[in-house]
């Protein structure tokens, strides 16, 4: 199945149906699956010549997983890159704020550790120029790439392990806790009792944060759309973590401590997007 040169765009949608299945979270997820990275992306810039090979990628703001089907060779590849897009990053933000920032630490504090290193050496060849918090997240994604339902036994392994190496310090991670934490996120996934905690306004952020003022341009089933300056520029609000009730026309000023966001009225928008 999926052996040919590379997937049709069906089987590729039936590969991500059958993900879904395992992981129910991927069920409130977008997806664009489309033949070119660049279509897929969205970016016509984003062609092989000029930004290399790209089988997926994960928007947080936008909820949203793109698949370029003509860098995918198998189902066993859609597999991989899902459970890299939505285990990884995804999975990342099933935990606390500050649970993540001491997995990501623990990451970061182990990058010389056997096996590790190797992932951190392809984490900083792909994003060379990214803080250290992001490759580290890569890092912990491309662990998630091995995890498949045979691991979900070591759950329990992983709760002991982000406690010892992540919370409490006790020793440095190795290979095996990252991939026993991998497993314990995955499990949890799987069985529907992980649920996103960090919800970050734009794509590229990693945490909920920092204070937007502008007008609600719209509401989009579970999203607040914001414009936040005159150059048009768009955050996405998760009205799930918002303390306050917004209106598309209103004009706020959102502000995020401990991941709620606060939702102060500044009145009515002159101009609102339809």
Sequence with gaps: ???QAALSVDECKRAVIEFCQWYPIALTIGYVIRDKQEDA????EATKERAGTIAGAYFPARRRVALAVSNIRS????ERTLRHELLGHLGS???SATDKRALLAGIAEAREQPGLVDLWGDAVREYPHEPVGRQAEEVFASACELISPEWYRRAPAGQVAFADVCENQKRTMSLQDLVDIAALVADGLHQGERHQQIFPVRDNDQFCEGSYVGPILRIDGPIALQ???RQGELVRHSLVVLAETVEVGELVEISYRDGLGRVGA?????EVER
């Design 227 to 229: 414009r936040i300056n």
């Design 266 to 270: 500044l009145g009515a928008a002159r």
């Design 1 to 3: 199945m999926g052996t």
């Design 93 to 95: 933000n099933t935990f």
């Design 75 to 78: 189902t066993q590849d859609v």
């Design 41 to 44: 992306l969205g970016i016509p």
